[in-house]
Each structure stands twice: as C-alpha cells, then as structure tokens.
C-alpha cells in the first residue's frame, strides 16, 4: 500500500512570491491535516480537509490556504511568502476526521527555503 | 488553546538501558494522546498512542503512561538498541480534536554504542 506522497520534496522560493504543495493520501483515506515544522515552534497545526470541506484550521494566516480535492488529493497555498514561511510542511492522512482522533500517516514533507 | 510540554529535549543513553521522556498537558479536555518518532529526512511515524480511559498500555519494548490527575504522561522505551536513535514527539488532542494535534517540541533520543 502506497504511503503518503508529498511534491515536491524540495524548493526555494523568495520573499512575495506564492506557493502550492501536494499531497496524494493514503488510498482510502478521506482526511487531509497539514503542518507545519520549525527549529523553534516544532509542529504546529495549520488545517484539516476530510470530504473536500475545511474541517479545523490552526492559528495561521490568511496568507495559508488549502483545499481538497474529490479524490482526498490536497494542495495547500502560501501567498506572499516571508522568510519565516521557511519550514517543512508536511501532510498526513487519516481513516478518520481529528475529531475522531484516527491515527495520522505522515508524508516526507516538502521542504521550503525562502530567500 | 492546549500547550504540551516535553522534556528533556536531548536524551543520551547506553545500548541496552531504558529511556524515559515526559510530556504536561494543560487542556483537561484532552483526550488522546500519541507518540511519534522521526527519523532524519522522514515524516513522523506513530509508535504508540493512550486514550484518557487507559492509564498504561504496552507494545513489546514501549510503553506509555499517563496520570489525567496530574495531566502529564511519559514515554518508556527498555532494552534500547541504535535504531531507537531518533526525534520523538508527544502530542494531546485539543479542543476534542477540532484544533488537530498538538505537538511537544520534542527529544532527541541518542543511544550510545
């Protein structure tokens, strides 16, 4: 059984431009979380999808944006990018909404530096 | 909102002792708590996970603890071997979930040859 896939792995980015990740679930998973992980904050939430609606959002900008697919594939989008979007974002999927606390199958993540 | 705390932040032990990490919670609502480990270059992998009505479970060499009086519940790890070296997180579920996973900040977990 395939995992979660995340593209791309890597990319470099500067200051104002925007962004879109990827994020293929595992097959028959229905809920999409995203994160994002630092050196200094560590993971923090930033937005749930389960059934292509927003379910939960963290404590993120409007500038973070996301959304899901009817095939549970999601992007997310970072607009107008700041030095302190640099992070690993990672996706993880789940049988199971938050709510429910299903166990979270987590991507390698994409990897953004932005200059 | 839930703010986890997990200490220490690095941990070195000799191959074959035991390694303990520690985790507080503050949203007394939580109620379901996993443990990840991230090994370089990966995303994080569940190890082990303890609901609020459970107060200890067990999978062969780890296991979790947890004290909902005390809000604080701990990760034990025996017999360690060098593929234990890794990141690894506690998290709670807030807000019933609702506001995802909050994560601690994590320990880097170093066995010694």
């Known amino acids: 059984k395939a995992g979660v896939t995340q593209t791309p792995r890597y990319l470099i980015k500067t200051r104002g431009q925007q962004v879109t990740l990827s994020c293929s679930p595992i097959?028959?998973?229905?809920?999409v979380s995203w994160y994002q992980q630092t050196p200094g904050q560590g993971l923090q939430f930033l937005f749930e999808?389960?059934?292509?609606?927003?379910?939960n959002k963290g404590n993120f900008p409007g500038r973070f944006s996301g959304r899901q697919f009817s095939n549970s594939r999601s992007e997310m989008n970072v607009s107008t990018l700041e030095l302190g979007d640099s992070a690993l974002y990672l996706c993880?999927?789940?049988?199971?909404?938050?709510?429910?606390?299903?166990?979270?199958?987590f991507g390698e993540g994409s990897r953004l530096t932005v200059l | 909102g839930e703010n986890v705390e997990q200490h220490p932040s690095t941990l070195s032990v000799q191959e074959g002792d035991s390694a303990v990490i520690k985790c507080t919670y503050s949203?007394?609502?939580?109620?379901?708590f996993p443990w990840y480990k991230q090994e370089l270059g990966k995303g994080p992998q569940l190890i082990i996970d303890?609901?609020?009505?459970?107060g200890e479970k067990k999978d062969q060499r780890i296991a979790v603890t947890l004290n909902k009086t005390a809000k604080h519940f701990s990760l034990h790890i025996t017999e360690t071997q060098p593929e234990d070296s890794a990141v690894y997180f506690c998290?709670?579920?807030?807000?019933?979930?609702?506001?995802?996973?909050?994560f601690g900040k994590g320990t880097h977990l170093i066995i010694q040859p």
């Open positions: 949203d007394s609502a939580s109620n379901y």
């Open positions: 097959s028959g998973h229905r809920s």
């Open positions: 998290a709670a579920s807030s807000g019933g979930g609702a506001d995802g996973l909050t």
């Open positions: 999808y389960f059934s292509e609606t927003q379910r």
């Open positions: 303890i609901r609020s009505n459970v």
């Open positions: 993880a999927s789940s049988l199971e909404t938050l709510v429910n606390t299903g166990e979270l199958f």
